[in-house]
């Protein structure tokens, strides 16, 4: 198993703001993904996170909103930008055993945004 | 991409045997079947996998008919701390695969 750790663990962001979500792990792992939850909902998949290449985003979410980094094979961020109250969610960062989604994950704590 | 349908909530006595019931008609060949568990505040956690028949682990068991057009998640003797959401998913093990988080089951064990 892996441990996950996020930063920071919830926030209060004023519109138009942006705010960097951290993810760390305690192994190298090849797949990470980050997800939004909003609360009392389900799952969404944003993105997952390749290193030393773009990200690939899922239908929905672009680039210039959720820039995301990859620079090595422990640590990741989702920069959630120019925001709005609609981005009031749950972030989390998941990291895989496998080669894509399918395999099982292991989720950080996630990061409670709210924009006011 | 098969799509899964669940209980939206289910409520039980501490001690009891919980079945959760999880439907995927159109899953296919290459698709399995996973359960994750959704405590507040934290992120979901990976409980058990299968593709046919029974799996069990040491946290729960996993029922998959010849069909496999649905599967049944059971919690042997639920505690207070097994009160969380439970999410079905199928998943297909390729380098392209997706995966729905549907919208769970939320499970409430009483005293």
């Known amino acids: 198993s892996a441990v996950i750790s996020q930063k920071p663990s919830r926030d209060i962001c004023q519109r138009g703001t942006s705010l960097t979500i951290q993810c760390q792990v305690d192994s190298q792992v090849t797949m990470m993904f980050w997800y939004r939850q909003q609360p009392g909902q389900s799952l969404t998949l944003i993105a997952t996170a390749n290193q030393g290449s773009e990200a690939t985003y899922e239908s929905g979410f672009v680039i210039d909103k959720f820039p995301i980094s990859r620079p090595n094979l422990t640590f990741s961020t989702l920069t959630v930008s120019n925001m709005s109250p609609e981005d009031s969610s749950i972030y989390l960062c998941s990291v895989g055993t496998g080669l894509s989604v399918g395999y099982e994950q292991y989720f950080g704590p996630g990061t409670r945004l709210t924009v006011t | 991409l098969a799509k899964t349908t669940q209980p939206i909530s289910m409520d039980s006595y501490e001690g009891q045997e919980v079945n959760i019931t999880c439907s995927h008609n159109?899953?296919?060949?290459?698709?399995?079947i996973t359960w994750y568990q959704q405590f507040p505040s934290q992120g979901p956690r990976f409980i058990i996998q299968g593709y046919k028949t029974k799996v069990t682990n040491e946290v729960a068991s996993l029922f998959i008919p010849a069909d496999r057009k649905s599967s049944t998640l059971s919690l042997p003797r639920v505690s207070l701390s097994d009160t969380a959401v439970y999410y079905c998913l199928v998943v297909v093990y390729s380098s392209a695969s997706k995966i729905i988080f549907g919208s769970g089951t939320r499970l409430s064990i009483r005293p």
């Open positions: 159109n899953i296919a060949t290459n698709d399995y």
